[in-house]
């Protein structure tokens, strides 16, 4: 089976801008996850999809914000970017809930100027 | 909210000398996983743990459940410079949010 695929895999952009990041989770797979990881923070959740419905949510403002697609691929998108947003974004699929195993990609490294 | 400590932030130890890793919940956990990230790459899941007190042994890897399902503890034997890398462990709570925390995880170095 082919792994958890996320595009781009580097994006920069400056502040004030919108960026979207997508991920294709392993097939079968019906949940996905996002993550937010800098040096600083660790792993922070972001959201969870499942069918297309966001089941659960972190503690990020309204500028992040995501969507599920009926082929279980999902978008995550950031509005009015800021220099903090620079960060690793992960996705993670899981077969059926946000906390079975999680099965990471590669990550999206978003640079913010 | 249900939050996951991990230490030590950093370990830097000798091939050869054994490390462990601990993670402590402030909720009673469901279950517990942990991850290893490579530099540069992502975490990939090693195990699961959900009984109370249950031990799981990987190779050199031993992890640790707490009995009362707060803690938890990954241990490996004789370290090598191919164990180089961040361990996270990530704890589900009790509630049906079936929601991952994560701790800030221990980054592990090798001397050679």
């Known amino acids: 089976k082919a792994g958890v695929t996320q595009t781009p895999r580097y994006l920069i952009k400056t502040r004030g801008q919108q960026v979207t990041l997508s991920c294709s989770p392993i097939?079968?797979?019906?949940?996905v996850s996002w993550y937010q990881q800098t040096p600083g923070q660790g792993l922070q959740f972001l959201f969870e999809?499942?069918?297309?419905?966001?089941?659960n949510k972190g503690n990020f403002p309204g500028r992040f914000s995501g969507r599920q697609f009926s082929n279980s691929r999902s978008e995550m998108n950031v509005s009015t970017l800021e220099l903090g947003d620079s960060a690793l974004y992960l996705c993670?699929?899981?077969?059926?809930?946000?906390?079975?195993?999680?099965?990471f990609g590669p990550g999206t490294r978003l640079t913010v100027l | 909210g249900q939050q996951v400590m991990q230490i030590p932030q950093y370990q830097h130890v000798q091939e050869g000398e054994d490390f462990t890793t601990y993670c402590n919940s402030s909720?009673?956990?469901?279950?517990i996983q942990w991850y290893k990230q490579r530099p540069g790459g992502h975490p990939v899941f090693l195990i699961q743990?959900?009984?109370?007190?249950e031990v799981k042994k990987q190779k050199r890897l031993t992890f640790q459940f707490g009995e009362a399902k707060k803690n938890s503890s990954l241990h490996i034997t004789a370290t090598q410079t191919t164990d180089v890398g961040t361990y996270f462990c990530?704890?589900?709570?009790?509630?049906?949010?079936?929601?991952?925390?994560f701790g800030s995880g221990t980054r592990l170095l090798v001397r050679p």
């Open positions: 743990l959900v009984k109370s007190g």
């Open positions: 999809y499942f069918s297309e419905t966001q089941r």
């Open positions: 990530a704890g589900q709570g009790m509630d049906s949010s079936y929601k991952l925390i």
């Open positions: 097939s079968g797979h019906r949940s």
């Open positions: 909720t009673t956990l469901s279950n």
């Open positions: 993670a699929s899981s077969l059926r809930t946000g906390s079975d195993t999680q099965y």
